[in-house]
């Protein structure tokens, strides 16, 4: 739209430069061929009248006239008649027939379009006999002719041309950095709505517009800052219903799990302990789900700032405690990497455990019998990353593209599904700590999750 406006703008003074600029040069490039000629034709009339005397000294005054004429004028005179015989015959020249014949004079421009090289005047010379009105009346005895270069007034010509089009470029140039500067002014509150627009469509509810410019804008963002005033409390109401559903349904289903150990323990039958351990297992991966909503709405709220942490012993201890259930399936877990400086990133205090046991998890979820989790810390300029890399089946494209959906529920070797949250608590908590985290295939099959943290400006000790 800017642009729109400047090239609106810088068009609309083209215009009127034009319409003010051409006339103007039209006229001034009129006035000198007029001015020119009329200076021509005054000599040639007055070398006229000393041609019409006929007498020695009239002669020799037109001669030194032509000389001087020739020496400081970029013209010539020619003489026909008593004094001299320098022009061609009539015959053979139209303008100098016309002249000595007619008695008319002509003007001759040598081209229809604004001049040609030379300008030609041909002027006819009378006897010195005078009528009673002044004005001389005798017959034609001659006629002279002025000669007169154009490229003096070619050059005065371009003067006046080039110095006009130089002034429209330079006032084209001020109009474009003024068309700027007011589209820019002009759009700013259409700038300012779009850059709210933009953080509302990354998910910060909190954004808002300034009411600035016109009237339309201010009612425009006042608008819009209502709906999102709206929509931030109403998401804000949903995410406390979550989080308090999700702390009150704990409870609960710690007391029904504790309650199905206890009839477990108590009956011999097989299959009421078949039943009860399915309904425990029903039980165990409802409470999966209802953490992890409490983690995700936890995460939601922002609750807590991100600060300088240890990366590399939140994974080693997260390691430590995932190490036992990998050693009961035979699964190994190995640390690789740099860790020089023990470098530190910028995460929200338990952002990573949860992360890491999320990740963990779903590994050894997909990781088969003997298989290897393999979890590498590298930093990497301004960023550390993290990556682990399993040996499983790992996923289609399809199944990345959607593995960081809230519900969506991947199945693993074992053949059981999770409570589809663990990726998206993930890329929730990440995305919240400034890092970006994707999926990808292994070298040698497997998923891989990469997890690009903010590397802290602190070294670690």
Known sequence: MIRQLIRSYVLLVAVAIALFTVPVAFTLTDQLRGDTADSVRREADTMALLLGNGNASSCAALDEMARAYAGQTPGTVEVSGRCATRLPRPEQDAALAKALQKGEPTTDWGSSFIWGPELKITVPARSSAVDLDGRNRGPVVGAVRIVYSTEDMTGRLWQIWVFR???????????????????????????????MASRFSDGDLTARSPVTGPPETQTLARTLNQGAERLDTLVASQRIFV?????????????LRLSLDNIADGVDDDFVKEDVEQATAEVVRISRLVNGLLVLARAEAKVTAAEPLPLWDIVRERLDVWRPAADERGVSITLGGSADGRPLVLTSPGHMDQVLDNVLSNALEVSPDGGTITVEVEPKGDEVVLSVLDEGPGMSDTDK????????????????????????????????????????????????????????SRSGG
């Open 401 to 456: 593209s959607r593995a960081f959906d809230r519900f969506w529920r991947g199945r693993g070797l074992t053949g059981k599904t999770g409570s589809g949250l663990g990726l998206a608590v993930v890329k929730q908590l990440v995305t919240d700590d400034g890092g970006t985290v994707t999926l990808g295939d292994g070298p040698e099959g497997g998923l891989k999750v990469t997890i690009s943290l903010r590397a802290s």
């Open 165 to 195: 089009a130089g002034l429209a470029v330079v006032v084209l140039a001020v109009a474009a950095v003024i068309g700027a500067a007011a589209a820019r002014r002009i759009t700013r509150p259409l700038r300012q709505l779009n850059d």
């Open 243 to 255: 989080a308090d559903a999700s702390h009150q349904l704990r409870t609960p289903l710690t007391a």
